[in-house]
């Protein structure tokens, strides 16, 4: 015990030394653009929470309704006896919202991924992620033993050569994938494949996916997609699907996955798709097969946040979301990619600097943590500022203030 005791003080110690130490934060407080930390309320600019619905009483109704008709906890597995009526209803609410044949609900989004790829993807597979795709796709991709390529961020010239490759390598002919778009078991088992995972808006820099090129390229190539409309869903496109639905281009689209607790304010993630995906998804997602069941609460809120979502007050809640991102942009000179969205990267470098401008803000009463590596590379720290619907104009006027406060009193804050 005394050895590695001391063997990791020596290790926090190092992580000290670097910016790099972690802590947990009590907050005392319901989820919202005000928290309460330490005794001390501070307007919130980091949270996912971009529609405001993670403190929405029509949620939180739900839930306790869950709780009074099916218990605090799943029971067991789903495969047992866990899979209660909450389960079935969202995910039936899932797949009419993203247009798919149907869904499937994790504990997280962390284990979607999981479960997702490690079920579909064998060793003689060839997995191709974007550079900056979330950590539990790159940790996902490296367990399930399949050759793993990167192309360097948004980059489609790179992207094409490693689909040139890898159809050269299955020995197939060059010609666009007809068979159903939403169904990537439909092909002979023997057969090695190629999928690409992508984020559609990425979680650390806002930008976006040039996802309709890509869409091109996996049909040319003969690959699978898989798109994380994490940061998207609920936000974008005529029924606020994602990104994909904006573009249109959805139908063409193997694998959508997403999460349930960001702009829908719950807890847990999902993956939507063909039925025969999902059913393959049930017998063979570890994730899924061998963990309890969701508890009924998060469960029941997250299927009560997508109906507001594509209610009236959800585009209510959309109008004001991006009212507040114009706002944030306009007051400050911060540069951003093309495209509106909810993230806006404020790049500091250092991670020590980063950790003392985050501690300048929150002396001005703004909770925005630092974001360091290994979230981010090394030596591209930020501060990740993310708007709500429930922000208002002062809040922002407040935040646009305090930052031109620390760049001019601090240190020069350089712009994504």
């Given at each position: 015990m005394v050895q590695l005791d001391s063997d990791l003080t020596a290790r926090l110690s190092s992580l000290s030394r670097q910016g790099l130490l972690r802590e947990l934060r009590r907050v005392d407080s319901p989820q919202s653009v005000q928290i309460r930390i330490?005794?001390?309320?501070?307007?919130?600019?980091?949270?996912?929470?971009?529609?405001?619905?993670?403190?929405?009483?029509?949620?939180?109704?739900?839930?306790?309704?869950?709780?009074?008709?099916y218990g605090a906890g799943g029971g067991a597995s789903r495969l047992i006896c866990g899979s209660l009526k909450p389960h079935h209803e969202l995910e039936e609410s899932l797949a009419s919202f993203k247009g798919?044949?149907?869904?499937?609900?994790?504990?997280?989004g962390y284990?979607?991924?999981?479960?997702?790829?490690?079920?579909?993807?064998?060793?003689?597979?060839?997995?191709?992620?974007?550079?900056?795709?979330?950590?539990?796709?790159?940790?996902?991709?490296r367990l399930c033993g399949a050759k793993l390529e990167i192309f360097p961020h948004n980059d489609l010239n790179h992207?094409?050569?490693?689909?040139?490759?890898?159809?050269?390598?299955?020995?197939?002919?060059?010609?666009?994938?007809?068979?159903?778009?939403?169904?990537?078991?439909?092909?002979?088992?023997?057969?090695?494949?190629?999928?690409?995972?992508?984020?559609?808006?990425?979680?650390?820099?806002?930008?976006?996916?040039?996802?309709?090129?890509?869409?091109?390229?996996?049909?040319?190539?003969?690959?699978?997609?898989?798109l994380d409309e994490a940061h998207a869903t609920g936000l974008y496109g005529p029924r606020h699907r994602g990104i994909a639905d904006e573009l249109g281009v959805s139908d063409q689209i193997e694998i959508q996955m997403g999460t349930l607790g960001k702009a829908l304010g719950a807890a847990g993630g999902y993956i939507c798709g063909s039925r025969p995906l999902i059913d393959y998804l049930i017998n063979r997602a570890r994730p899924f097969i061998f963990s309890t069941a969701p508890v009924p609460a998060a469960v029941a809120a997250a299927k009560a946040a997508i109906g507001v979502a594509q209610s009236a007050e959800g585009d209510s809640r959309r109008k004001a979301l991006w009212a507040r991102v114009s706002q944030l942009v306009k007051g400050t000179d911060i540069k951003i990619s093309p495209g509106k969205s909810p993230i806006i990267p404020f790049i500091i470098g250092n991670e020590v600097e980063a950790i003392r401008v985050a501690a300048g803000l929150r002396d001005c009463g703004i909770f925005v943590p630092a974001i360091r590596y290994p979230t981010v590379a090394r030596n591209k720290a930020r501060l990740r500022l993310t708007l709500s619907a429930a922000h208002t104009s002062s809040d922002v006027r407040k935040l646009s203030a305090a930052l031109a406060k620390m760049n001019h009193n601090t240190l020069p804050l350089a712009g994504h």
């Open positions: 330490a005794g001390t309320t501070l307007l919130n600019f980091s949270s996912n929470d971009y529609l405001g619905l993670a403190n929405h009483p029509r949620l939180k109704s739900a839930a306790v309704e869950a709780i009074e008709k798919t044949a149907a869904a499937l609900s994790f504990s997280s284990a979607a991924a999981i479960g997702m790829i490690c079920a579909l993807m064998r060793k003689e597979d060839v997995i191709i992620l974007d550079q900056l795709i979330h950590a539990s796709i790159i940790d996902a991709a992207l094409k050569e490693l689909l040139q490759i890898s159809k050269q390598a299955r020995g197939k002919v060059a010609k666009p994938h007809r068979r159903s778009p939403a169904s990537p078991l439909n092909s002979s088992v023997g057969s090695s494949r190629t999928l690409i995972i992508t984020e559609s808006i990425f979680s650390m820099d806002g930008d976006r996916a040039p996802l309709r090129e890509i869409v091109g390229l996996k049909e040319k190539y003969g690959a699978w997609l898989m």
